[in-house]
């Protein structure tokens, strides 16, 4: 299957708010409400910050929410910190015991 | 507490083979399965495969059907993933995943492996 569709970068100011786009199909993030989000900063592992499309873990910042309308997902951080600045992908179930993830987006904290 | 532990990095010549292990502490480790995904350099995360620990039961992404092999030691805690007849594109880092349907709750510390002549 096809990876799924991020914007390669996005950026925002202190205090803003910015918005992540993950778009895939009817096959994968339209069947399923298993979309996650991870952030991945250099040299270290991917951390879960969002499951089941807007669910939180214990431990993950409610400044981070996310959504799903149709085949697109959407990760939004509210209250930018410098700490936010990081790759952050998606990732989708696809059905069979497979899963699909996007490209990333690389997030500047200017 | 949920932890993941990795085989050290590995250098291995095209062609050959290499075998990351994961072993798993903190939890029932028949309850989940195991995924793994690679990161080559200053690229995306890619989903290779996926496991159960409970059965065994496998499924591979396509586009490494025929080179990939994921197994489990219950005895032990410990999956793998073998992966053969290695290029240079297989250069990466490969993490294992502790997954229950969704989502990826669990990373191991990743494993560099580099394929070189």
């Known amino acids: 299957q096809s990876a799924l569709t991020q914007p390669a970068s996005v950026s925002g100011s202190p205090g803003q708010s910015i918005t992540i786009s993950c778009t895939g199909t009817?096959?994968?993030?339209?069947?399923?409400?298993?979309v996650s989000w991870y952030q991945q900063h250099p040299g270290k592992a991917p951390k879960l910050m969002i499951y089941?499309?807007?669910k939180r873990p214990s431990g993950v910042s409610n400044r981070f929410s996310g959504s799903k309308s149709g085949n697109t997902a959407s990760l939004t951080i509210s209250g930018l910190q410098a700490e936010d600045e990081a790759d952050y992908y998606c990732c989708s179930y696809a059905g069979s015991s497979s899963w699909v993830f996007g490209g990333g987006t690389k997030l500047t904290v200017l | 507490q949920v932890q993941l532990v990795q085989s050290g990095a590995e250098v291995k010549k095209p062609g050959a083979s290499v075998k990351v292990s994961c072993k798993a502490s903190g939890y029932t480790f028949t309850s989940y399965g195991i995924s793994w995904v690679r990161q080559a350099p200053g690229q995306g995360l890619e989903w290779m495969g996926w496991i159960s620990a409970y059965n065994g039961n496998t499924n591979y992404a396509q586009k490494l059907q025929g080179r990939v092999t994921m197994t489990t030691d219950t005895s032990t805690s410990t999956a793998y993933m073998e992966l053969r007849s290695l290029r240079s594109d297989d250069t990466a880092v490969y993490y294992c995943?502790?997954?229950?349907?969704?989502?990826?709750?669990?990373w191991g510390q990743g494993t560099l492996v580099t394929v070189s002549s």
């Open positions: 009817s096959s994968d993030v339209g069947s399923y409400n298993l």
């Open positions: 995943a502790r997954v229950l349907m969704a989502p990826f709750d669990y």
């Open positions: 089941e499309g807007s």
